[in-house]
């Protein structure tokens, strides 16, 4: 019969060959449909088929059926009865009912004794038994292993079957669609499903999934590998590219059309994509003026979108790690992206997928093991790649929780910090000793070199450890600017009017040209915990916190001090600095603007590293990767404004693109003039807590105290090379810091401040803590008693001097902290 919109039902299979009958077979033949007992009763076929067809009904061994008699008997009405006992073959024990039971009992080999022989077992697999709760293929399907459950990652595991990935959202798809041969499944999505059974529900021919199979061997595939999705549910996470907010990698990727990230081509085309849904911004790309190297360049431009697509989404990255070592085909009518028609195109989305997911393998970012294959919520525990962490009590005491996708791992009890790293009530003396580290790993030294070109040349090709032997932070990218330069490679362009205005005033107010310090990017990747807590010196530590009213204010450091300021960053980073948000993260940035144009900078050599071969990858405006978070310093950046947003008219948040420019400006002072001049802020931007609900999970407190703990060391770290390099004294490295990640993301402001101050206290440097106002101090006070009421409870734990990292949080867990609301800025 025709292919429709899904399996055409049994009248219509009928009909359809008894008309290719009679016009190609001479002798008449008629058509009756055969079917069992239980059939004929539930689809009430006593009167027949529409259209006149007949019907041969099968009663099962000692069981009778009543059909109805016409004026000629049975023959008349086309009902028809078998004896039983006429049935070759034991055919009256056959019977589909038991056939399902059986396998959804996992039973195979008593479903097959139901069937005739010669029927492949694959096909009845394929076609009827929900997949096990594993939720990856039936055991069946996987020759390697011995049939049990299938680990994701495991190497050299294949399956027998190309496979297609339902998530649960195609619940939905099959009720709607009514596609009754995939039902079986419903209850035990997500899993992997048998391509040929997905392509045949819907209607369509497996021609192509052979041609596919037989060039490339059984594969795996899902809608998710896709950046256009029709029929099956899909929704991309959003990524930031140029200051603008995509909506998905097809939107990007039909820009890219146009020409690269930030230029003319790009810019005059860009805030129509980024709005646009992915069949609207194909339609759009089909109308762009082409970029004279398409045709060289589109591998790379593809590769570069699908890596942002599967690094914002950490269960779509462990999605696509799961599916090593088989290959991925893109089975579609496109013979370059896909195989074509005939099975047999480029397939280069898949091959490009593939690659994506060997570099992933190799940057460790392989999902944990005991986690099955294909599971759209796999937990990944970071580490070495290979899923594990080391025994002691940390694992024995965490291993009943669960860690989310992208956390960064918990440290084996070995692992040891050296007691110098905290200081306590001689921390001057320790930190004055600190200069005196040589530091290692340099291509140039002392070198400060200018210019925009010298960022690719100092960039990390491996990795370059900073900050002395212990203590130190490893580098994944190192960028030096002149700042000057950088505006001139990058202009600013704002989409926010107020935004505009405060730039163009602080343009205006550079009189007095202000310093020439390079500015220098660091990127860093994570450290794990300490394994324990110095004890005895946790108090001095938190009594020194000192807690203001108020916000940033960027005052002149002290001789011998080196002063950092927080970027409450998204994963992105710097990633919304054009628009009308104006957080923490956004007013920081219209205070510093080079930060804008370091952004822009970091997207271009982002894009290049895919057509160089990888070259300055480290260098990339992420402070999250897979293993968990890469703290991003920014040192010398000039301030050319401060913006005061509790003044006359509130303009902090939402409010800063609502009210008059004459008010945003009232409330702007410009630095810059001889009598002003414009200071250098050094930041370090930490992407904020993944807002949640409930009380705080153990991964969740354990990510944020990594994250700040890694943050704080590298600023320590990158101080101490800086007074190294310049040979000059350091005493006191401080961080100033506030509410972070306790405002759209609604986090739990005492517990920010005590796994802030705890951050601190183990990296060795101090804090300073802006808490905005006189209930946001009272909270980090609040905090900072609990912190202490901690303290003993470790004390009388027996621990001694040092407490476990492991006992601490699961301490705070036990005191169920509570997410908050988002305040909607």
Not at 593 to 608: F, G, K, M, S
Not at 621 to 637: E, F, I, K, S, W
Request: charged share 20%.
């Amino acid at each position: 019969s025709d292919q429709h919109s899904h399996w055409p039902d049994f009248p219509v299979v009928v009909r359809a060959l008894q008309d290719h009958l009679s016009k190609h077979v001479p002798t008449p033949i008629e058509v009756y449909y055969v079917c069992g007992a239980d059939h004929f009763a539930k689809c009430g076929l006593s009167r027949g088929l529409r259209d006149g067809a007949g019907v041969v009904v099968l009663p099962r061994e000692g069981s009778a059926v009543s059909v109805p008699g016409g004026a000629d008997g049975q023959e008349s009405s086309k009902i028809f009865t078998v004896e039983p006992s006429l049935c070759a073959g034991g055919l009256q024990h056959y019977s589909s009912t038991k056939v399902r039971l059986a396998l959804q009992n996992g039973a195979v080999d008593e479903a097959m004794a139901y069937l005739p022989p010669g029927v492949n077992k694959y096909d009845v697999l394929g076609a009827f038994a929900p997949v096990p709760a594993a939720r990856g293929p039936p055991s069946d399907l996987v020759p390697q292993g011995g049939g049990q459950e299938t680990d994701v990652g495991a190497p050299g595991v294949a399956i027998s079957e190309s496979s297609y990935w339902l998530s649960a959202e195609q619940a939905s798809v099959i009720r709607k669609l009514g596609l009754s041969a995939l039902e079986p499944y419903l209850d035990h999505l997500p899993c992997w499903v048998p391509h040929r059974l997905v392509a045949t529900s819907l209607g369509f021919s497996t021609s192509a999934i052979d041609a596919a199979e037989a060039l490339h061997g059984p594969y795996m595939w899902g809608t998710e590998f896709e950046n256009v999705h029709s029929t099956w549910l899909f929704k991309e996470r959003c990524f930031v590219v140029g200051a603008r907010r995509f909506r998905g990698s097809e939107q990007l990727y039909q820009l890219l059309k146009a020409g690269d990230v930030g230029s003319t081509e790009f810019e005059a085309h860009a805030d129509e994509f980024a709005r646009a849904g992915e069949m609207e911004a194909y339609s759009l790309g089909q109308n762009l003026t082409l970029r004279p190297d398409f045709q060289d360049c589109k591998d790379k431009m593809m590769a570069f979108v699908i890596r942002l697509k599967f690094e914002s989404d950490p269960s779509l990255r462990n999605l696509l790690l799961s599916t090593h070592p088989m290959p991925l085909v893109s089975v579609k009518a496109d013979a370059y992206w896909g195989t074509g028609i005939g099975g047999t195109g480029r397939n280069m989305l898949g091959k490009l997928l593939v690659e994506l997911r060997e570099t992933l393998r190799t940057q460790g970012s392989t999902p944990a093991t005991g986690q099955k294959l294909g599971t759209s919520d796999v937990a990944s525990n970071g580490g070495d790649g290979d899923g594990t962490r080391g025994g002691g009590a940390a694992e024995s005491q965490m291993a009943e929780y669960s860690r989310p996708a992208d956390a960064p791992p918990l440290p084996p009890d070995e692992w040891g910090v050296p007691q110098e790293v905290i200081y306590g009530a001689k921390r001057n003396m320790l930190m004055s000793g600190l200069r005196n580290l040589k530091t290692r790993g340099h291509g140039k030294a002392g070198g400060v070199v200018a210019g925009a070109a010298a960022a690719e040349a100092e960039a990390a090709e491996g990795q370059e450890e900073i900050g002395g032997g212990f203590g130190g932070m490893n580098v994944l990218g190192r960028a030096t600017y002149s700042v000057v330069e950088l505006l001139d490679s990058h202009p600013l362009k704002f989409t926010c009017e107020n935004k505009s205005t405060v730039y163009e005033k602080c343009l205006q107010s550079q009189t007095d040209p202000h310093s020439t310090d390079p500015l220098i990017f660091l990127r860093t990747q994570a450290r794990p915990l300490p394994s324990t807590i110095d004890l005895l010196t946790l108090r001095a530590s938190y009594e020194r916190v000192q807690v203001h009213a108020g916000v940033f204010q960027y005052e002149r450091a002290e001789e011998n001090v080196h002063e950092w300021h927080m970027n409450f960053a998204d994963k992105h980073l710097f990633g919304y600095w054009s628009g009308a948000l104006f957080a923490q993260d956004e007013m920081q940035v219209l205070e510093h603007p080079v930060l804008a144009a370091l952004q822009l900078e970091l997207l271009e050599i982002e894009l290049r590293s895919h057509t160089n071969g990888g070259k300055n990858k480290g260098l990339q405006p992420y402070t999250r990767d897979g293993r968990g978070a890469t703290p991003c310093l920014v040192q010398n950046v000039p301030r050319l404004c401060a913006i005061d947003t509790a003044g006359p008219t509130p303009i902090y948040g939402n409010a800063f693109a609502q009210v008059s420019s004459e008010a945003v400006l009232a409330q702007t002072s410009c630095f810059g003039a001889p009598a002003n001049p414009v200071r250098l802020s050094n930041i370090l931007a930490l992407e904020a807590p993944k807002p949640s609900q409930g009380t705080y999970t153990l991964s969740q407190i354990a990510d944020i105290l990594t994250t700040a703990y890694s943050g704080y060391l590298a600023a320590r770290a990158a101080s101490v090379e800086s007074s190294t390099r310049q040979q000059a004294p350091l005493d006191v490295v401080r961080i100033h810091t506030g509410h972070w990640g306790c405002g759209a993301y609604g986090g739990n402001k005492p517990l920010m401040a005590i796994l802030q101050t705890i951050a601190a206290h183990m990296a060795g440097v101090e804090l300073i803590y802006h808490a905005f106002d006189e209930a946001g101090v009272a909270h980090v006070q609040h905090g900072l008693r609990l912190l202490a009421e901690v303290e003993a409870e470790l004390k009388a734990d027996g621990d001694g001097e040092n407490a476990s990292i492991s006992n601490l949080i699961t301490r705070l867990v036990a005191r169920e902290f509570r997410w908050g609301v988002s305040d909607g800025n």
